[in-house]
C-alpha cells in the first residue's frame, strides 16, 4: 500500500471557523498559521520560524491540528531523476492547538521505538484524530489521537482502515 501526501507550499489556505463573534478564516501566511477575522484584527497564532505546511480543522471548528516541518526526505517514486537530481519531501510532526482556549494543547511526535515522522488523516470526530507515522516511505504503524483525554493510542491498521474510509467519505470530491 502506498500512501501519498500532497503539501500545498506558498499557497493561502484557508477554511471558514464559526465563531460567536465574527466569521473567521485560518489560514497559512509565511509558514504560520492566522486567524482572519472581519474587524481586521488578524493574529498569528503560532510561532514556528516559518515551518507549518498544512492543518486541518476540527468538525465542531474548536481545534486545528497542523504539521510542523522537521526534516526532509528524499522522495520514493519510480519517476526517473531529472536532471540526476534526487526531490525531498518534508516530514512533519503534529500540534494541536485549542481555538477556544488559545493555545497549543497537544504536540504528537512518533513514539520511541516507532517511525521517524507523523502524518495527520483527518479528524474522525470532534475530538478524535487518525495518524500515521512513517520512515518517509511506508507506514509503521497507525494510532487516533483523543483530544480532550490528551492519549495518542495505537490501533490496529483494521480499525485505522474503516476510520478512514469515513473520513474519505466526509471530504469534499
Same mark, same amino acid.
Given at each position: 500500500?502506498?500512501?501519498?501526501?500532497?503539501?500545498?507550499?506558498?499557497?493561502?489556505?484557508?477554511? $471558514?471557523?464559526? @465563531?460567536? +463573534?465574527?466569521?473567521?478564516?485560518?489560514?497559512?501566511?509565511?509558514?504560520?498559521?492566522?486567524?482572519?477575522?472581519?474587524?481586521?484584527?488578524?493574529?498569528?497564532?503560532?510561532?514556528?520560524?516559518?515551518?507549518?505546511?498544512?492543518?486541518?480543522? %476540527?468538525?465542531?471548528?474548536? &481545534?486545528?491540528?497542523?504539521?510542523? $516541518?522537521?526534516?526532509?526526505?528524499? *522522495?520514493?517514486?519510480?519517476?526517473?531523476?531529472?536532471?540526476? *537530481?534526487?526531490?525531498?519531501?518534508?516530514? @512533519?510532526?503534529?500540534?494541536? &492547538?485549542?481555538?477556544?482556549?488559545?493555545?497549543?494543547?497537544?504536540?504528537?511526535?512518533?513514539?520511541?521505538? %516507532?517511525?521517524?515522522?507523523? &502524518?495527520?488523516?483527518?479528524?474522525? @470526530?470532534?475530538?478524535?484524530?487518525?495518524?500515521?507515522?512513517?520512515?518517509?516511505?511506508?507506514?509503521? %504503524?497507525?494510532?487516533?489521537?483523543?483530544?480532550?483525554?490528551?492519549?495518542?493510542?495505537?490501533?490496529? &491498521?483494521? *480499525?485505522?482502515?474503516?476510520?478512514?474510509?469515513?473520513?474519505?467519505? +466526509?471530504?469534499?470530491?
Amino acid at each position: 500500500m502506498r500512501l501519498v501526501i500532497t503539501v500545498v507550499l506558498g499557497a493561502m489556505l484557508a477554511i $471558514t471557523v464559526a @465563531s460567536l +463573534l465574527c466569521a473567521e478564516n485560518i489560514t497559512i501566511k509565511d509558514g504560520e498559521l492566522i486567524i482572519i477575522r472581519n474587524h481586521g484584527d488578524n493574529r498569528k497564532i503560532t510561532n514556528t520560524g516559518g515551518k507549518i505546511t498544512r492543518f486541518l480543522m %476540527s468538525p465542531d471548528n474548536n &481545534y486545528v491540528a497542523y504539521a510542523i $516541518t522537521v526534516g526532509f526526505v528524499p *522522495e520514493h517514486n519510480d519517476a526517473p531523476e531529472i536532471d540526476n *537530481e534526487v526531490r525531498e519531501v518534508p516530514v @512533519s510532526n503534529i500540534e494541536i &492547538y485549542d481555538l477556544k482556549a488559545g493555545r497549543a494543547v497537544a504536540k504528537i511526535t512518533p513514539p520511541i521505538d %516507532s517511525c521517524e515522522f507523523i &502524518y495527520t488523516e483527518g479528524w474522525v @470526530s470532534e475530538n478524535e484524530l487518525l495518524l500515521h507515522d512513517a520512515d518517509g516511505v511506508a507506514v509503521c %504503524s497507525t494510532y487516533k489521537y483523543d483530544v480532550l483525554k490528551k492519549q495518542l493510542t495505537e490501533i490496529e &491498521y483494521e *480499525e485505522y482502515d474503516k476510520k478512514l474510509k469515513t473520513i474519505l467519505k +466526509l471530504r469534499p470530491n
